[in-house]
Every structure is written in C-alpha cells, then in structure tokens.
C-alpha cells in the first residue's frame, strides 16, 4: 500500500495500519483490550506523536486509540472525506437589511484539516451561504477579512483598524455590523470597540465560537445566525457579545462590551455579564431585551470614531509578597499607566508602598481593581486602601480589570495631562462603571446545594 493512503501516520502506528492493511479515510473496526471501536481512520497532523491512531465514531467526535491496546484492525469501507467548504451564491434581496461581516482571524464556521491540523475558515459569503443557509433568511452579507490572527494576538494595531473600518461601514449607511473573533480575547476587543465607536447608529456583535464547525456540539452556526439576526433586526445599536446563554441551545445572550468576561475555558456558554444582568436574549426569532435602558438603533449615519491607544500600559495582578521592583521595572521600563488588581476591596501589601509614590511621583498613574470581579473597590474602609490612595492609587469602582486595562490605553492614547485621564478613566462609558450591582448581577451555581438542585430540576427537566 502506497505512503499517501497514511497521511500523517509514522512509527508503531502506520505499521499497525499496513500490517492490517488499513487506509486513512477507511471505516473500520479496531479491537482493542478497552473493547471494540467503529467508525472513520482521520489522518494525522505532522507533528503528533507515533502511538495513536485516530478514528471518528458515529456521535462525530474523535478518539486516540494507543496502539499497544490493538488486538485486531478490520476495514470495512473506504470513502475519502472532502474538507473543502461548499460555497453557493448568495442570494441577494432588496428587502433584507445590509450587514457586514469583519473577519480578524477567528473561524466563525471552518472545517478542520486532519493531516495538518489547521482550520479551513468559511468566509466569503459563498462559503457562509454553503455552511449555513439560514443567513440568506435573516440579511444580505458582505464579508470583508480585516486581517488574520489569533485572538491572543489581537492588540491596539488591530483595534484601532477596525474601529475605522466600522466607522466606514457605518457612514457609507450599513444596517448592521458583525465582527468574527476568537473567544480567547474578544472581550478586550469589546471594550475597546465600546470607546473608540460611540454613538453607533447599528447593532456592532461580536460573536466566536468555542468548538469548530465539524463537532456535533458546535455552537459555531447558531452564534453566526443570532449574532446576524441582531445586527440586521435588532433594536440595540451597542457594541455587543453575541454567544450561548445556557450550555444548551435554547438562545443566546448579547453582552454589553464593557461589562463582559470569559470565564470557563471549554463551555459553550462561556461568556458572561458581570456585576450586571446581559443585554438581551437572543433567537432566531429576534432580540428580546433583559435592561430597559440601551442605545436604540437610528436611521442617521452618524458615528464618533475614536481610535486611540497607548501602548505602553500594562496590569498587575497583585499576589501575596509580591515585590516593590515589579512596579519599579515597568516605571523603568516607559510604561505610562498601571492597572493594579487587589485582593478584597482594593488592597496590597505594605513593601509596594514606596514604588508606589515612586511611579506617581514619576507620572506614571495607578488604578485599582479587584480580583473578585464582581463588587466594588472599596478603599476607604480600612487603613491599607486609604493608605494607598494618600499615595496616589485611583480606585475604579467595579470595572473589570481587562476594561480598565483597555480604557486607559483608549485615555492616554488622546492625553498626557494626568487630570484628564484620571476624569476620563471614572466617567462611566457604556455601564463600564456602575451606580450599583443588582441583586441578580451575582449568582454562582454551587452543585449539590438544595436550592440549588431543586431550582435545575425544574427548570432542567
């Protein structure tokens, strides 16, 4: 048998396949001691290692089987799967709201490449259209491919051109804007979005997705159709992050940018509004608004672009013992701004102090934030927070670290006068500071908990 029918297999593994004459892409059975497994030999990448062979089972996911359990391999049928997007023309209509689709790297709806390992994306709205048919129901869709990174590679580079991009779209009179994104980072992508596009007359959703296109359990489709259907349909003209409400299916949330944070790493519903209740839900049906107060959609094409950002900011994420030179180094450094993330209401240890009026001496001012997330900083309750506001730290309320971090780029990016940034970093923007945390704005599920448990069973049946 030829090497080619191997893709990707080396070592113990591809003399398995060639002793039981079995090709990638082949349907097999494979006996093995943990019992008996059926379904499709997917190539390998490269660069993965000599002792699995992989198989697609019937439910559609993957499993490694270690060669050394394989008692017996049988091929039982031979298709070779074709990974190229399917790609029809959109069909246009002059009765459908326009809306434009922004690709920064992040792969929305994508197949996977077995032998390499790397993500087809679907992006043009050809191959959209063929990925998922619904949107010709919902709008007409122009797609653009901004640029192409990882989402971890998302920075004031990238942010800056698509805020003028969006003010472009927006001006030459779009119905709606979506921004394709990896999740890793999308919510700093919000907030910096949320500052330098204000006043948006059009829905601005960011949506991702958490698991690729080609898993049964991808929320990739059903996140492109509701992030669509708000940015046509929807009444909410914000910067938005459209993903899953609950791990299943029944609808999804739009997420105020200044307000949102990932926070589980594999769950669909990843996404979350913190120390606030979302926006709305969202079906395919439409948007149904949670807050009554928001930015309405309007007919005029008037937007403030804002695209500024200095660079040289960073945060600190306070630890026990952490020492005054990690201060010291960024102030030596040329960092202009810190972001500190205390402990409780806004607290660190005594040793910072004298970095600490070193770098506000310098210029180099200081904000607090908590590492609890939701809540206040409070620094006026003991003598450690009103210690460190004597020299100089600038308490912010209940933003989010990431928030803070990105408006102070957004602040010093228009001014060196400290008074200015320090009016601008505490005048609320979008909700990124509140008046107060509803009741309902905190709520962690804990298992096993009576309330609990009878609260999922009934909504959970």
């Known amino acids: 048998m030829s090497e080619d029918i191997f893709q990707g297999y080396k070592g113990e593994a591809l003399e398995l396949l060639k002793k039981f004459n079995v ?8 006996e093995t001691s943990r019992g008996k497994f059926m379904g499709t030999v997917l190539p390998r990448s490269e ?6 062979i992989v198989l697609k089972i019937i439910t559609g996911y993957n499993i490694g089987i270690d060669t050394d359990t394989v008692s017996d391999m049988k091929e039982t049928g031979y298709k070779k799967a074709n990974y190229k997007i399917p790609e029809k023309e959109f069909p246009y209509s002059a009765n459908r709201p326009n809306v434009k689709l922004f690709g920064t790297g992040g792969t929305i709806a ?37 640029f192409a990174v990882f989402s971890e590679n998302m920075g004031p580079e990238q942010y800056i051109k698509l805020a003028i991009a969006i003010g472009k779209e927006i001006e030459n009179g779009i119905d709606g804007i979506i921004i394709g994104h990896g999740t890793d980072t999308l919510h700093y992508t919000a907030a910096a979005l949320t500052y330098m596009v204000q006043n948006s007359p059009v829905p601005i959703v960011l949506v991702g997705s958490q698991r690729s296109s080609d898993r049964p359990s991808s929320d990739a489709a059903l996140n ?17 992050v459209c993903m899953f409400g609950p791990t299943s299916d029944e609808y999804g949330f739009l997420h105020r940018g200044t307000r949102v944070r990932k926070m589980h790493s594999s769950y669909r ?7 606030d209740t979302p926006l709305a839900t969202i079906t395919r049906k439409g948007v149904t608004p949670i807050k009554p107060i928001y930015n309405h959609r309007r007919k005029d094409k008037c937007v403030k672009v804002m695209p500024y950002f200095e660079e040289k900011i960073g945060m600190l994420y306070y630890y026990t013992n952490m020492q005054p030179d990690m201060i010291d180094m960024m102030v030596d450094a040329g960092y202009k701004g810190i972001i500190m993330i205390g402990t409780g209401l806004g607290h660190v240890n005594k040793p910072l102090y004298p970095a600490i009026v070193r770098a506000t001496e310098k210029g180099v001012p200081i904000f607090m934030t908590v590492q609890t997330l939701w809540g206040y900083v409070h620094m006026f309750v003991y003598d450690t927070g009103r210690d ?74």
């Open 388 to 461: 460190l506001m004597a020299k100089g730290i600038v308490p912010l309320e209940n933003m989010l670290p990431e928030v803070a971090y990105i408006k102070l780029g957004w602040a010093l990016g228009q001014t060196s006068d400290l008074e200015k940034v320090k009016e601008i970093m505490l005048t609320p923007i979008n909700d990124d500071i509140t008046e107060r945390e509803p009741y309902n704005g905190y709520l962690i599920y804990q298992g096993g908990v009576p309330e609990v448990e009878a609260f999922i069973r009934k909504v959970r049946k």
């Open 224 to 240: 492109l159709m509701h992030a669509t259907t708000a940015a046509a349909h929807g009444d909410i003209a914000e910067v938005m």
């Open 269 to 275: 519903s990843t996404f979350r509004t913190i120390g």
């Open 23 to 30: 090709r990638v892409w082949g349907t097999a059975e494979i």
């Open 110 to 146: 994508s197949r996977l490449d077995y032998r390499t390992g790397a993500v087809i994306p679907a992006f043009s709205p050809g191959e959209l259209y063929g990925a998922v048919p619904e949107l010709a129901d919902i709008c007409n869709l122009d797609t653009e491919k901004i």
């Open 47 to 52: 660069n993965d290692d000599e002792k699995h």
